[in-house]
């Protein structure tokens, strides 16, 4: 069946075999975890998913595709046709006794950041792999001093260890984007950094970043300057420096010298 691809539902479908392979291939599972598959379109990375032989979940927005992927369901394999930002994953995902969730989505750029949100407090979340925008892939892996360094870089370093895994060229897929893709790894860290007050940290990195131009100290009005200026003493880091500059665990010992 011929699926005219949806522009709004951001369908550019993979159609390169060897590259389908290799994102699999990324992810190691074990016969009890579950994979989450986001938008598995017409189920070109769904048939590599399945012979991992692990619990596989897709949710699919488009009802169109219903026809194609049902045929993809066996007794460890479920599609469900929903928004994925509007599932409430932990009960959907009770079908299966799973032990560890490996999520992985060739996704529209333009939900990669809800995407994040909304599975960023699943308990056991192992890893995710994305398929996405170069561009982005490459602003989620940043390191600090680059342009491409941001709130949401910091704020996930907080929770996992990310790698930049390889690019894929737009002519992999079906219609041709305009952009080129990157797939892009992040591994739940065994154990979250020592942090006295979680909530203070995020609104911490929230504020420090909320005018890029301006100095940390300018974002950073409301909070008590003389624990931060020995902070950044500490770290080698001058009053005038901007957010971009601090890695996690500056921010973190910053968060803590506040709480
Ligand atoms: N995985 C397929 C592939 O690699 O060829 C399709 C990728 S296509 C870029 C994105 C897919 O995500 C589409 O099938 C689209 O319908 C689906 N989609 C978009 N927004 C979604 C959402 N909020 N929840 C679930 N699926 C969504």
Redesign the pocket.
């Known amino acids: 069946m011929e699926i005219k691809a949806?522009k709004s539902?951001?369908?550019?479908?993979?159609q390169d075999e060897s590259v389908l392979k290799k994102i699999a291939d990324s992810i190691t599972t074990e016969k009890n975890d579950l994979i989450i598959e986001?938008?598995?379109?017409?189920g070109?990375?769904t048939k590599y998913l399945k012979e991992k032989d692990s619990f596989l979940i897709c949710?699919?927005?488009?009802e169109r595709?219903k026809a194609i992927l049902k045929k993809e369901e066996t007794d460890k394999t479920k599609i469900i046709f929903k928004?994925?930002?509007q599932a409430n994953i932990e009960e959907d995902c009770k079908i299966f006794p799973y032990e560890n969730i490996y999520i992985i989505a060739?996704?529209?750029y333009y939900?990669t950041t809800p995407i994040i949100k909304h599975i960023i407090h699943l308990k056991k979340l192992k890893s995710m792999t994305l398929l996405v925008q170069k561009e982005v892939a490459e602003r989620l892996s940043a390191s600090p001093k680059t342009k491409a360094y941001g709130s949401l870089t910091v704020y996930l370093n907080y929770y996992f260890n990310i790698h930049y895994l390889f690019d894929v060229s737009k002519f992999a897929f079906n219609p041709v984007p305009k952009v080129e893709s990157a797939v892009i790894n992040f591994e739940r860290k065994e154990k979250l950094p020592d942090v006295k007050k979680e909530e203070l940290l995020f609104k911490l990195i929230n504020d420090a970043f909320k005018m890029k131009r301006k100095t940390l100290k300018n974002n950073l009005k409301d909070y008590d300057w003389n624990k931060i200026k020995t902070v950044l003493e500490q770290n080698d880091l001058l009053e005038t420096t901007r957010a971009e500059e601090l890695s996690l665990e500056v921010f973190i010992e910053i968060a803590n010298a506040l709480s």
Do not use: R, S, V, W
């Open positions: 949806k539902l951001g369908q550019n479908f993979l986001i938008g598995p379109g017409t070109a990375l949710y699919e927005l488009d595709l928004d994925f930002l060739n996704i529209p939900i």
